[in-house]
């Protein structure tokens, strides 16, 4: 079983930054992917950026050149920074994780998730 827990999430203005944080813990797979997901209110939950075991790297288009995600494999933790905050970025963020290392934004494909943080933008 995998554990995944958000933590930096909070309120920011138009053009501000935020850093996510999402520690794992439990037994995943050495092959894997981890990744970004947000849902705004009215909304389906999006892909917003993930990360394979090999450190290769996929965006939201919405995203691309104002977010990067990254990984301390020696702490276990997924990084999310924000930067050029904009207000449509306001979303509930998860974190989320699946064995095989394929990339992919599509939240069906992942196997486990964490209880999300909240970023508002303003």
């Known amino acids: 079983h995998v554990q995944l827990v958000e933590s930096g999430g909070g309120s920011a203005q138009a053009g501000g930054s935020l850093r996510l944080s999402c520690g794992a813990s439990?037994?995943?797979?050495?092959?894997?992917?981890m990744g970004w997901f947000r849902q705004a209110p009215g909304f389906e939950r999006e892909g917003v950026a993930v990360i394979d075991s090999n450190g290769d790297t996929t965006y939201a288009d919405s995203v691309k050149g104002r977010f990067t995600i990254s990984k301390d494999k020696v702490k276990r933790t997924l990084y999310l920074q924000m930067n050029s905050l904009k207000p449509e970025d306001t979303a509930m963020y998860y974190c989320?994780?699946?064995?095989?290392?394929?990339?992919?934004?599509?939240?069906?494909?992942?196997?486990?998730w964490g209880q999300g943080t909240q970023v508002t933008v303003s």
């Open positions: 989320a994780a699946k064995p095989f290392r394929m990339n992919s934004l599509v939240p069906a494909a992942y196997n486990y």
């Open positions: 439990g037994n995943l797979a050495r092959r894997n992917c």
